[in-house]
């Protein structure tokens, strides 16, 4: 069978040693496969809910078997998620796996995204698959956002109505831009049959075609590797991809869908029968939105009392802070290798892997950037946190304004620090920055052996 | 007529039936017209190309090896000097109408997008309310201001368009004596009764929640928040325009009626909202 199939399609040797690449082995290479299984996981349930979403913004009564909601108008969508929610069997189970896979996704793309920026993996030849993956952020969180406004509940609606507003805010595009997007003045009844197109045809295609280019990019130049005994910047040393990289990865798969199992079962996510359905006239507080969103609602919460009018064109803040910060910091995010090689000069291609420690001014700019990321997300709970911790939110959002533009320098100058200090000490020790073959930090002896090469003694 | 020619008039008939699409487009569509014209501008551009294949470019057959499937595998015999680059770029006229057509052409496919949505026109700039429409509660009941408490904060409406998501309006009553509403606005809050529109003007957010100790609205989206007792100026929070006063008066029968519209655009800010006037898009 094999024989017959490779007589025709020639493909025994491509699959021969494809079968046999290397994989470097760290624990750290493994965040990316999550973000890709959890996209698994997300496109199984996906497909399951896309069989029962009515994507229909027309209002209808309510009639299911939430008594709360009886006899209130909702809108088919609405009636359609509570449906699934309440009735299908295994219906609800599947919903809440998608959100928290959703959840998971983008969590495990940004510390994958936090692991190669900090290891400096994306430099030369990885520019083009950093760029690729930033891409492939942007539509995650473009996925998340019309995912999350899919079910017509109060809270998701709210958080379609800033975008609207948002989108409302850009220069002289605006008004047309959302009138295009929405179908006319917000609040429409179309909306939600144009964002379930872009959440389960548009947006996927482009995810999945780019899912294809990143892995293929990967497996052309190969996984970087840390640096170690017989490794080196010209070679990849690991174990080959069959058998027990696959073993390792379809095992890895089946266990990040245990957890997301796991959550999906016994920890409630999205109760949109607690939210109850869309009205324009009514908003809930307090409203958090998912958590990847966070960074860009902190902004709009944190940014000043601040607006420009110039010959009759207002700049809206809705703009600068939901538009152009959020676009300034993504730009400098997908730029950074190329700022970087600039700013040190090193346009040499990298095999070998850096400890944070090793490229100080990297870790600072990354651990600042970082804060500044958290500081917009815990701006996102200021309400909340205003009423834990008994504080007048007013006194809270202060504070925040003040830190999101504090905080970022004095956590990049103390990383800087903390670098400068960590190589100081591996120098004084003399590790020089690398590692025993036990992964201990420590000096490695050398023997010359009888061949005339070098081996490592413990 | 030389394939040069040929090539030409393909792409110009293109480009023409391109632009034709555009216009027929916006002047109303017609499916008979739309589709000779697609025809016409995908026709053009594709009869150009073929032309070009097999008359400009240099078409020396060549041959390529069929290596055995299966394994091992040779790789192919690799093709010869890439053919006619040279004849091509010495055609600049027809590169150039080349990328006209490619060009007319994605506009042509493009335009389609504009039926997605109406132009927003003055909508951004009126609201339900008009002068006379009576203040009713979200159960329709037009509203005396016997029916209002002191410091009571209700969800209005124009009568017959309850629930109406920009004429949404929050009525409140405070003490004649209290109010410090800026110039120009006197009269419009008969007997303390004071009413601004209910979409914030940051986000757009309805403004839900109402602090009696110091008369402010609070938006709990963004928590903005507004007094209520000089014009609902913005105290705290991102939003930087007041919520737009709706004039009231007392009519007749001792119900409480709008003197007209908001006096400005309700909502988050756009860039033309400081346009006034009839005129516009």
């Known amino acids: 069978m094999i024989r017959w ?41 996906g497909i399951f809910l896309t069989l029962f979403y009515v994507p229909d913004g027309t209002p209808v009564i309510y009639e299911g078997p939430y008594p709360p909601l009886q006899g209130q108008q909702v809108s088919a969508a609405y009636e359609s998620v509570m449906k699934l929610s309440f009735e299908v069997r295994a219906g609800l189970v599947m919903r809440q796996v998608h959100h928290w896979a959703a959840l998971v996704f983008l969590a495990a793309i940004t510390v994958h995204i936090l692991r190669v920026f900090f290891t400096g993996a994306f430099r030369r030849p990885r520019e083009i698959n950093w760029l690729v ?171 000043p009392r601040f607006e420009l009018t110039v010959l009759g064109v207002t700049l809206a803040d809705t703009f600068i802070a939901g538009v152009l910060i959020p676009g300034f910091a993504f730009t400098i995010m997908a730029l950074w290798p190329f700022i970087e090689a600039r700013v040190n000069g090193d346009r040499a291609a990298h095999q070998l892997l850096q400890r944070p420690r090793d490229a100080p001014l990297r870790s600072a700019v990354g651990v600042a950037g970082l804060t500044f990321f ?85 | 007529m030389s394939a040069e020619r040929w090539i030409s008039v393909g792409l110009a008939l293109s480009i023409a039936a391109s632009i034709g699409l555009v216009v027929t487009y916006v002047l109303g569509g017609q499916p008979q017209v739309e589709g000779a ?34 394994s091992p595998g040779g790789t192919p015999a690799a093709t010869e000097e890439p053919v006619g680059a040279g004849e091509v770029t010495r055609r600049r006229f027809l590169l150039r109408l080349l990328a006209g057509a490619g060009a007319a052409l994605a506009a042509a496919l493009a335009i389609p997008v504009l039926s997605l949505g109406p132009r927003p026109g003055r909508e951004l700039f009126r609201t339900d309310w008009a002068g006379g429409a009576r203040v009713v509660d979200a159960d329709g009941r037009p509203l005396r201001v016997a029916d209002l408490a002191i410091d009571s904060v209700r969800t209005v409406f124009p009568e017959g368009r309850i629930g109406s998501p920009d004429g949404q309006t929050l009525l409140i009553r405070v003490r004649p004596a209290d109010l410090a509403l800026p110039d120009g606005r006197a009269g419009w809050a008969p007997e303390g009764c004071v009413a601004y529109s209910k979409v914030c003007t940051h986000a757009g957010c309805p403004v839900g929640l109402y602090r009696a100790a110091d008369h402010a609205l609070l938006c709990p989206c963004h928590q903005s928040t507004f007094d209520v007792l000089r014009g609902a100026v913005p105290t705290f929070g991102p939003a930087v325009r007041p919520l737009p006063q709706l004039p009231l008066e007392i009519d007749g029968d001792g119900y409480l009626v709008a003197t007209g519209d908001f006096p400005e655009p309700v909502g988050p800010p756009f860039w033309d909202m400081t346009h006034d006037g009839e005129a516009g898009g």
């Open chain 1, 5 to 45: 199939v490779d007589d025709r399609l020639g493909l025994a040797s491509f699959a021969r040693s494809g079968l046999r690449k290397v994989f470097p082995d760290h624990w750290s290479f493994l965040l990316g496969e999550v973000a890709l299984f959890c996209f698994v996981v997300l496109l199984v349930t």
């Open chain 1, 133 to 303: 993956g930033i891409g492939l952020l942007t539509l995650a969180l473009a996925m998340g956002i019309t995912g999350y406004s899919l079910p017509d509940d109060l809270l998701s609606g709210t958080g379609l109505r800033i975008l609207y507003s948002v989108v409302l805010g850009i220069p002289f595009l605006g008004p047309y831009l959302a009138f295009l997007l929405f179908g006319g003045e917000f609040p429409t009844e179309t909306i939600v049959s144009r964002l379930f197109v872009f959440h389960i045809m548009l947006l996927p295609a482009l995810l999945i075609g780019g899912i294809l280019v990143h892995l293929a990019i990967l497996w052309r130049q190969k996984h970087s590797q840390w640096p170690g005994p017989g490794r080196t910047e010209h070679n990849v040393v690991g174990k080959p991809f069959w058998p027990s990289q696959v073993l390792k990865s379809t095992g890895l798969m089946l266990l990040t869908a245990a957890v997301l199992g796991l959550m999906g079962g016994l920890l409630q996510i999205n109760p949109i029968w607690t939210y109850g359905p869309f009205e324009a006239t009514t908003v809930s507080a307090p409203a958090q939105p998912d958590w990847y969103v966070g960074w860009l609602d902190g902004a709009l919460r944190l940014f």
């Open chain 1, 374 to 458: 958290v500081t917009l997300t815990l701006a996102a709970g200021n309400d909340v946190a205003a009423n834990i911790f008994r504080v007048p939110v007013e006194t809270l959002t202060d504070l925040l304004r003040l830190a999101v533009v504090v905080a970022p320098p004095v956590a990049g100058v103390v990383t800087w620090r903390v670098c400068r200090e960590l190589q100081r000490r591996d120098v004084e020790r003399g590790t020089n920055g690398e590692r025993g073959n036990d992964g201990e930090a420590g000096p490695v002896r050398l023997r010359r052996n009888d061949a005339g090469g070098f081996e490592e003694v413990d």
């Open chain 2, 37 to 70: 014209l697609l025809a016409v501008a995908l026709g053009g551009l594709g009869a150009a190309l073929v032309v070009w294949a097999a008359r400009l470019v240099d078409a020396r057959t060549q041959t390529e090896a069929l290596h055995p499937t299966g």
